[in-house]
Nanobody, 123 residues
Framework: VQLQASGGGSVQSGGSLRLSCAAS????????IAWFRQVPDKAREGIACMNFGDVYYADSVKGRFTVSRVNAKNTVYLQMTNLTPEDTARYYCATDGICLPRLSIIGPQYNHWGRGTLVTVSS
């Protein structure tokens, strides 16, 4: 199983990025997917998850980030808008887990993780 996240980069505050996560060896359809982010020396933060018709977002990104999935491409996306320097982090996608409104607890439940893609937002 491999998850390949891409789309990270540097952007100015107020800008947008779209992250992609392509999977091989596992099918996103029928599995929960989630996005996490982590800043060095800080705990990993669950920011969004999707499972069937349920989609949940952390308060820190609600209204600015959108998760979507294209089953035919076995790819999930994280559209990020109105970025701020506080969004600077390495972003990870994961699948084969659970999706709950309480995103802070779902991380350990995920079995497959990508390596992450770095997002840097400058002021």
């Amino acid at each position: 199983v491999q998850l390949q996240a891409s789309g990270g980069g540097s952007v100015q505050s107020g800008g947008s990025l779209r992250l992609s996560c392509a999977a091989s060896g596992v099918t996103f359809a029928g599995n929960a997917i989630a996005w996490f982010r982590q800043v060095p020396d800080k705990a990993r933060e669950g920011i969004a998850c999707m499972n069937f018709g349920d989609v949940y977002y952390a308060d820190s990104v609600k209204g600015r980030f959108t998760v979507s999935r294209v089953n035919a491409k076995n790819t999930v996306y994280l559209q990020m808008t109105n970025l701020t320097p506080e969004d600077t982090a390495r972003y990870y996608c994961a699948t084969d887990g659970i999706c709950l409104p309480r995103l802070s607890i779902i991380g350990p439940q995920y079995n497959h993780w990508g390596r992450g893609t770095l997002v840097t937002v400058s002021s």
